[in-house]
């Protein structure tokens, strides 16, 4: 949670003159103007598609949280639910804190038949929403394969922490319009010769 806010706090100025930055950024690249304007269209929809992924797994999430809760009876399940929404940018252990705990509440308190009912709960329903929602969000917008958006959040995650969560889809749209952009401009100078 501190790194994604001190990211937004130093990311606010970058932001506000993106332009400039953008043009600087794109300007260093040793593409021809159009391959880079080709680059910076392919990437902005990703960010876009990323920040919707994030949002919806968010409010399913919490959602669904929300409805174990309440189907086995436990107090305040909206409360937990908005907790869960702001845990789930989180990699990992954001949710799973919420309805875990909820279990062992449950198992304590001698409800086992609920415990064991939130905890199925939570690893088919609410661990498996993560994967598939962000998968068609992001992969439905940017046409990559569902299966690669899943497997570049996993790898944005073990290499740049929370931050990942955002940064291994955009990695990714960044490396296969290269790798497109490339392979173009190899196939034409090819046919140059």
Do not use: Q
């Not at 329903?125 to 996993?154: D, F, K």
């Amino acid at each position: 949670m501190t790194t994604i806010a001190l990211g937004c706090v130093f990311l606010f100025p970058l932001l506000r003159g993106s332009d400039e930055f953008r043009s600087a950024a794109l300007s260093m690249l040793p593409l021809p103007a159009h391959r880079t304007r080709e680059l910076a269209v392919a990437v902005n929809p990703a960010i876009i598609a990323d920040t919707y992924g994030m949002f919806a797994v968010a409010a399913a999430e919490g959602s669904l949280i929300a409805i174990g809760f309440w189907i086995t009876g436990l107090s305040a399940p909206l409360f937990w639910g908005v907790v869960a929404f702001f845990l789930s940018c989180l990699p990992v252990v954001g949710v799973l804190l919420v309805w875990m705990l909820a279990c062992i509440f449950l198992a304590f308190h001698g409800e086992l038949a609920k415990a064991i009912l939130l905890f199925v709960w939570g690893v088919v329903v609410v661990s498996t929403a993560e994967g598939l929602l962000r998968s068609r969000i992001v992969g439905g917008r940017e046409r990559v394969n569902s299966m690669l958006i899943t497997l570049s959040t996993m790898g944005g995650v073990a290499a740049f922490g929370a931050v990942g969560i955002f940064a291994g889809p955009v990695v990714l749209v960044l490396v296969a319009a290269l790798a497109r952009i490339l392979r173009e401009e190899h196939t034409s100078s090819f046919e140059l010769r």
